[in-house]
């Protein structure tokens, strides 16, 4: 509990990159909302984990402890893992995209 401001500190870095690098791109370049999507599922994942890591605190505060915060910890880091996943995707393929297009433009 002592930490349990790191996790959203961490975890608004890591959205904040991605959505420096999506400056990179406009909007209508990218695939119906994936990065959208992808930076829901983080801030999700921090969510969670920021919020069982209180209730963790709390326990620990008490004297006792639960199982079920395990679940709690595993829910945020399936959604940050799914949303990491989705929007690196998502920059990659606007990057594949962008270099098909000037290939393309070199060609002409």
Do not use: C
């Not at 509990?1 to 790191?6: E, G, N, S």
């Not at 996943?85 to 070199?106: E, Y």
Request: cysteine-free.
């Amino acid at each position: 509990m002592i930490f349990a401001f790191a996790i959203p500190l961490l975890g608004g870095l890591l959205s904040e990159l991605f959505q420096r690098l999506a400056l990179h791109f406009s909007v209508e370049e990218f695939p119906t909302g994936s990065l959208d999507a992808g930076l829901a599922l983080i801030g999700g994942g921090i969510i969670w984990l920021t919020l069982a890591s209180i209730f963790m605190g709390a326990l620990e505060i008490y004297g006792t402890t639960n199982h079920l915060v395990k679940f709690a910890f595993l829910a945020g880091l399936i959604q940050l893992t799914f949303g990491l996943v989705l929007g690196i995707f998502s920059i990659i393929t606007l990057r594949r995209r962008r270099f098909a297009q000037k290939s393309r433009q070199h060609r002409n």
